[in-house]
């Protein structure tokens, strides 16, 4: 009987355990090849990850012309809280934006 009661336990706790993260799947996915003026994509997995992205050629003058990237990710950590973080990629480097991350 111990044992039953043992097993029973063991397998609710490992039949609650969160599945892996290599079996999320895709639930949405977008992607528009602007081609050189730039582009834009987004997706949703079931892990409840989710990213967008946009890029737009910017011309800095004197023939000097390069994409400017603008998006966001979030994702669930360890804690349960959902993380998001907006970002900004330019002449400028990458710049992160978000309340979990310090500021320099």
């Known amino acids: 009987m111990k044992f039953a009661v043992v097993f029973a336990a063991v397998l609710a706790v490992a039949l609650a355990a969160p599945a892996d993260e290599r079996d999320a799947q895709v639930l949405k996915y ?32 004197d023939d000097v012309a390069a994409l400017v990237v603008r998006g966001s990710y979030s994702y669930t950590g360890p804690d349960g809280q959902v993380y998001t973080v907006n970002y900004v990629a330019d002449e400028n480097g990458f710049q992160p934006e978000a309340p979990h991350i310090p500021r320099l």
Not at 30 to 36: F, K, S
């Open 30 to 61: 977008e992607n528009d090849n602007l081609g050189v003026d730039g582009y834009n994509f987004q997706y949703e997995t079931s892990n409840n990850i989710n990213r967008a992205e946009t890029a737009e050629l910017k011309n800095f003058g």
